[in-house]
């Protein structure tokens, strides 16, 4: 991926994925949709910089209580605005990831969310990773814990690890 140049875009779950050469990580903590979409307006130039823009965003819809069909359409507008910005931006749209401290009462929306992701990303011509299969013993199953931190919460030095080598595997051939 020599020529290529990716954007990670995301809330804190990606703050500490770092250490590749062709991947930038712009992590925003407590950020969700929206925010998203906002700094992606206010940092146009930014963008300019990349050929691909890899997002990783949701967690946080999710845990405020959204509804996997409004979190969808947030994530429409946004792929929407960064299509009609950048034309030739290649976007992939990287899976929500389950938090231990909520998943009894979130996990049906992360299913849901990501099923519509995966066939939405089909419809807007972009590129789904299936990063959630990482953090979970099967979909819809208990969490890998040793993936987090002890609040829950945010990844385990482990998680970050495990998803920082996903990104690899998944993006690094683009």
């Known amino acids: 991926m020599s020529k290529n140049k990716v954007l990670l875009l995301s809330d804190s779950t990606c703050k500490y994925v770092n250490n590749i050469n062709w991947l930038d990580c712009n992590a925003i903590s407590g950020a969700n949709i929206y ?4 700094f992606v307006k206010d940092n146009k130039s930014l963008l ?5 823009l890899l997002l990783h965003v949701g967690t946080n819809d999710v845990g405020n209580g959204l509804s ?6 947030y994530y429409n507008n946004l792929i929407d605005f960064i ?12 899976a929500i990831l389950p938090r231990p401290i909520d998943f009894d009462d979130t996990k049906q929306t992360v299913i849901d969310c990501n099923k ?5 990303s089909l419809k807007k011509n972009i590129l789904f990773v299936k990063t959630y299969k990482q953090f979970v013993q099967q979909p819809g199953s208990i969490y ?3 993936c987090f931190c002890k609040d829950r919460l945010h990844l385990s030095y482990f998680g970050v690890s495990v998803l920082r ?4 595997g ?3 051939h683009l």
């Open 144 to 146: 890998k814990i040793k």
């Open 116 to 120: 519509a992701l995966a066939k939405f």
């Open 170 to 172: 998944e993006v690094h």
């Open 35 to 38: 925010t998203l979409q906002q």
């Open 165 to 168: 080598n996903f990104f690899i």
């Open 48 to 52: 300019r910089k990349y050929t691909h």
């Open 68 to 73: 996997s069909k409004l979190i969808i359409q």
């Open 83 to 94: 299509f009609n910005v950048f034309p030739s931006l290649k976007i992939i749209v990287s």
